[in-house]
């Protein structure tokens, strides 16, 4: 009976110990949840992706870091809060950082700790609306593979990278970190400032409100054009959801674009050539993932336009098809801003079937040992689309200011292309023709105002018979006049007049 008792005791003390909680549960682990944990951890350092069609399930409970301790915590994100997407596109790869990655805060340049010197705040664009102005960089910047010096900095929160101001300035061949209406003008807070240190330049839009929705808050964001080559979207406060944005009076867009310019005759005029505009990629992110603390970065990929031969041209490993074009020195896929001259000097068909022993023993047999020039060092200097401004407007009557901000800037966006060359012979021609018409419009004026002179008497002297003669004589007073004398018909007429 003692023994059963004594056995009852038991169970109930194992029970009450089950049932109490234990000092530093969850932190005290054992050897197998240590292992586990160490699992955890190398997980997180493999950092989470998620591709662009991947969203992660509302109230998903994932690890995230502790910004503070840089210890592991168990958080709720949001649908639209994902971390980092990463996607390839061709010409560049881009990584979207959401508001939880310390990395989107070290994507953003603070303007204001800045150097004074190197950051301007552009007047003009920061009072008006829907407004545009060329600005220089200090540095070649590399997009698509084109290295450009002059940029078009828009109060619609995009910068336009073409060299040829038209009136689809939205359409084509911008970085938009964010394209909408936006008005700078609304209020003296907002500005539109670029700072160029030699290695980054940034256009930041600071508290700036969208035209008929300024109840909504103001947005501050920026876009760093880096001399890598390197792109980034800097999100710091965006007061609402992009999706909500309406696209009826400004184009909405967030991402990169650009095309190439065709010269194509004129069905109407025919000696008139008309410039058609193709966008050969364009890069779209997703708006909804645009939150106030994002970042994207997009990191260019390798072109065809890298290589400066052809052994470097037709061996690339590279997505694009890469050929070399002789006449040009250039290797393309065919698809860039140069896709004009690519097709004038026949590039395409140049290339079927070449190799690069082939151009070189065709350089050799054409090239006279006379000559210390090659036959390609004509000029023959590329270039990018030529510079014609259709139009000042755009399609959302954003206006073009080239001279904006008394920056100085010229309206000499890029060099002249090559026109069709002029022969010298006719060159000389043209100004001894205008040299030979000047000479004799200036003997005339000398003749009529000098009658007495030499070359008047000359002409005089060898008038056609039907003019009238013309004698000088002197009068005593030392003074001279003259007489004209009438012709052969007058004299016969005279005479009969005396006679009767």
């Keep these: 009976m003692r023994g059963e008792l004594w056995l009852l005791v038991l169970v109930f003390r194992e029970a009450a110990r089950a049932l109490s909680p234990q000092p530093g549960a969850g932190h005290d682990e054992g050897p197998g949840s240590g292992w586990a944990a160490k699992g955890i951890v190398r997980g997180w350092n493999r950092r989470a992706r998620e591709s662009p069609g991947q969203v992660s399930e509302p109230d998903r409970t994932q690890l995230s870091q502790d ?20 996607d390839n596109h061709s010409y560049y790869v ?17 303007v204001a700790e800045a150097n004074r010197s190197q950051v301007k705040i552009h007047t003009i664009l920061s009072n008006t609306h829907r407004q545009a102005s060329r600005v220089v960089l200090s540095f070649d910047f590399p997009f698509y593979g084109h290295l450009l010096r002059q940029i078009t900095i828009a109060t619609g929160g995009f910068i336009f990278m073409g060299d040829v101001i038209h009136r689809m300035l939205t359409a084509t061949q911008y970085v938009a970190p964010l394209m909408a209406n936006f008005n700078p003008g609304y209020s003296d807070n907002s500005t539109v400032v670029y700072f160029d240190n030699g290695t980054v330049f940034v256009v930041q839009w600071d508290h700036v409100y969208l035209q008929g929705w300024e109840d909504r808050g103001s947005f501050t964001f920026q876009a760093a054009l880096h001399r890598d080559g390197r792109i980034v979207f800097g999100y710091k406060e965006i007061p609402m959801s992009v999706p909500e944005i309406s696209s009826s009076q400004h184009p909405v867009k967030t991402g990169l674009s650009d095309a190439f310019m065709i010269l194509n005759p004129s069905p109407d005029v025919p000696e008139s050539r008309r410039r058609s505009i193709f966008e050969y990629h364009r890069i779209e992110l997703d708006p909804s993932k645009i939150t106030s603390m994002s970042a994207v ?27 070399w074009c002789h006449v040009l020195q250039r290797c393309s896929s065919g698809f860039d801003r ?19 022993e082939d151009f070189q023993d065709e350089y050799h047999n054409s090239a006279s040992p006379d000559t210390p020039f090659s036959p390609y060092d004509g000029d023959l200097t590329t ?30 966006l890029s060099p002249k292309t090559k026109g069709t060359p002029v022969h010298l012979g006719t060159i000389v021609g043209i100004v001894l023709a205008v040299l030979l018409v000047a000479a004799i419009i200036l003997a005339g004026i000398y003749i009529n105002g000098h009658p007495t002179s030499n070359a008047a008497l000359f002409f005089i002297e060898r008038r056609p018979h039907h003019w009238p003669a013309m004698k000088f004589r002197s009068h005593p007073d030392h003074s001279t006049y003259a007489e004209v004398e009438p012709s052969g018909h007058e004299k016969e007429g005279f005479m009969e007049a005396e006679q009767c």
């Design 67 to 86: 910004l503070g301790g840089g210890t592991l915590a168990m958080d709720t994100l949001p649908d639209n809060r994902t971390r980092v997407v990463e």
């Design 94 to 110: 881009s990584r979207l950082y959401g508001p939880s990655e310390p990395r989107s805060r070290q994507l953003w340049v603070d």
């Design 297 to 323: 970065e997009f990191t260019p990929l390798p072109t065809c336009l890298q290589h400066r031969s052809c052994d470097a041209c037709l061996s690339s490993d590279l997505s694009f098809n890469c050929s």
């Design 338 to 356: 140069y896709r004009q001259e690519w097709m004038d000097y026949g590039c395409a068909q140049e290339a079927e079937g070449r190799t690069c």
């Design 383 to 412: 270039t990018s689309s030529s510079l014609f401004i259709d139009s000042l407007t755009t399609e959302d009557d954003t206006k073009s200011n080239p001279y904006a901000g008394g920056d100085g800037l010229q309206n000499n």
